[in-house]
């Protein structure tokens, strides 16, 4: 009975689901380049990038996400990411890399 609740809510014989990046796409919008890294879950793709931007000196910043949505196909998962990237360059054009971080979440 514990296995069959392990299984319903995650679990598989005690040990916790490691993520592990994949190869994705990356893709320029908007003077910034949008990375698609989607992490493999078990059967599933957790849907992550990062955007990278060059500074006038030269430095490259750049800003990572992640987020809950999970698919079923890593290519499903690399085109969501970068329609998020997009999504987060459009949204927060001005303050994405306005502070002095060469790296942070968003």
């Known amino acids: 009975m514990a296995s069959f609740f392990s299984k319903l809510f995650g679990r598989s014989s005690g040990s916790e689901t490691q993520t592990q990046p994949v190869e994705g796409k990356a893709e320029n919008y908007a ?57 987060i360059i459009d949204e927060q054009r001005a303050a994405l890399f306005s502070d002095d971080a060469q790296s942070r979440s968003v």
């Open 31 to 87: 003077d910034c380049v949008i990375r698609a890294t989607p992490k493999r879950e078990g059967s599933q793709y957790r849907l992550a990038g990062s955007i990278e931007k060059s500074t006038p000196d030269g430095a490259m910043k750049v800003r990572n996400f992640i987020r809950a949505d999970l698919f079923a196909s890593e290519q499903d998962a690399i085109d969501s990411s970068l329609r998020k990237g997009r999504q």
